[in-house]
C-alpha cells in the first residue's frame, strides 16, 4: 500500500422519503464485524486515537457532523475530512490514527473487525515505528 487512506463511497439508498446506507460485508467492507461502537458527544479541543492496532481492521464513518482524521503507516500521513454518511474509510492494522476538529454534532461510528482486546493496541509511537520498521525489512528481504 503507497497511501494510508482507503476512501470508501457508501452506495445511499434513497428515495422521496429520504436516505439509506446498508453495511454489509463485501468489497467495501472486507471483514466480518464482530463489534460496532461510536464516538459523540466529544468535548471542544479535544481529540482522540493515537494508537494503531496490530491486526484490527476497521472502516469508521462520521453519520452526523464532522472530524478530521489523520492516518500514518509509519512512512506517509494522510488527512481526511470524514464530513458525510455517505463517506467511509478503512482503516488497515498497522495504521497509526488520530481524530482532530470534532464538531459538537459529530457521531463517528466504527465497523470493527475483532472484538476489544486491549494487547491489540499500540499506543506509543515509537513502538509503532518499530513494528512497522522491522515489517518493512521483513517484507523486502523474504
Ligand atoms: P480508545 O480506543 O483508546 O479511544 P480513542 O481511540 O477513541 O481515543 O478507547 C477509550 C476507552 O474505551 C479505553 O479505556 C478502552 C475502552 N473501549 C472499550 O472498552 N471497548 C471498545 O470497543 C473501545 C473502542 C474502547
Known amino acids: 500500500m503507497s497511501g494510508t487512506t482507503q476512501l470508501v463511497e457508501l452506495e445511499v439508498i434513497g428515495d422521496h422519503r429520504g436516505s439509506l446506507v446498508s ?7 472486507p471483514f466480518d464485524i464482530k463489534r460496532v461502537y461510536y464516538i459523540f458527544g466529544t468535548l471542544p479541543n479535544v481529540s482522540r486515537g ?8 476497521q472502516l469508521a464513518v462520521c453519520v452526523s457532523g464532522k472530524c478530521r482524521m489523520l492516518m500514518d503507516n509509519g512512512q506517509s500521513k494522510e488527512e481526511v475530512w470524514l464530513d458525510s454518511p455517505k463517506k467511509g474509510v478503512f482503516i488497515n492494522n498497522l495504521i497509526w490514527r488520530e481524530m482532530h ?3 459538537e ?3 463517528l461510528v466504527v465497523f470493527a473487525s475483532h472484538e476489544y482486546d ?9 513502538d509503532f515505528k518499530n513494528i512497522v520498521d522491522k ?6 528481504t523474504s
Open 135 to 140: 515489517n518493512s525489512v521483513l517484507s523486502r
Open 105 to 107: 454534532d459529530c457521531v
Open 101 to 103: 476538529d470534532f464538531s
Open 118 to 126: 486491549e494487547s491489540d493496541y499500540i499506543r506509543n509511537y515509537e
Open 23 to 29: 453495511l454489509e460485508k463485501g468489497a467495501k467492507l
Open 50 to 57: 493515537f494508537h494503531a492496532h496490530k491486526k484490527l481492521r
